[in-house]
């Protein structure tokens, strides 16, 4: 099945701590993306990547970062510089210039 | 700049009933629009899209029409379920490289038996 996966699927953080939110993607594209949703709002772009090695910043970059080695993975650390980490993350995938498909969600919350 | 603007939720309506959510953009250059659906805990799900004006996406009986004149992509779908109980996001794309969605605030229905 091709698809896109997040893990885990719910995440706790204590104050201080960095976490890293897994995405990985079998769909062979090319970009990936990091959203943050928070409730009653749309999603905000965190970080996207659009080749291996190579990502930028999106509007909310601070206090996050990223990494792209390989072209099926694309991993998100909310590090302890994010002052309110606590949201839903959601990873998607697309070829260049084309549709955005989205994984499952990994809600995150500081304790 | 790009933005999105979503009729506010939420919406509650009864089985069979006809629904429509408003969605107007304002964008640089000619974007391709996007209904996404998401269900409650989950991802989103693309639902339809639509790349140049005039086009209608259809998908499981919603439709939406790309109007350029109005600058407008309303959901709409003839008899709702149950079952399409979710929020529903409006979203643009106009950047062939980067490909970056900006999506509206979500519209929230409910239908009730």
């Known amino acids: 099945d091709g698809g896109i996966t997040q893990s885990p699927k719910y995440l706790f953080r204590k104050e201080g701590q960095n976490v890293t939110l897994s995405c990985e993607q079998n769909l062979n594209h090319d970009a990936m993306y990091w959203y943050r949703q928070d409730p009653g709002q749309g999603l905000r772009l965190i970080y996207y990547s659009q080749i291996v090695n190579d990502f930028q910043k999106g509007d909310i970059a601070e206090g996050y970062s990223v990494s792209r080695e390989k072209k099926e993975s694309f991993p998100l650390t909310v590090t302890s510089a994010q002052k309110n980490p606590t949201a839903f993350y959601l990873c998607a995938s697309s070829q260049t210039g084309d549709t955005q498909y989205f994984g499952p969600g990994t809600r995150l919350t500081v304790l | 700049g790009n933005s999105v603007t979503q009729m506010e939720g939420p919406v509650t309506l009864s089985e069979e009933a006809f629904l429509t959510i408003n969605c107007t953009y304002t964008?640089?250059?000619?974007?391709?629009l996007f209904w996404y659906v998401q269900y409650p805990g989950e991802g989103l799900q693309l639902l339809l899209k639509?790349?140049?004006?005039?086009d209608k996406g259809s998908n499981k009986g919603f439709e939406a029409t790309y109007r350029k004149e109005t600058t407008s992509f309303h959901l709409e779908k003839g008899s709702v379920q149950v079952s399409d109980s979710a929020v529903y996001f409006c979203?643009?794309?106009?950047?062939?490289?980067?490909?970056?969605?900006?999506f509206g605030t979500g519209t929230r229905l409910t239908v009730i038996p």
């Open positions: 964008a640089t250059g000619y974007p391709s």
């Open positions: 639509a790349t140049k004006a005039d």
């Open positions: 979203a643009l794309s106009v950047s062939a490289g980067a490909n970056n969605l900006f």
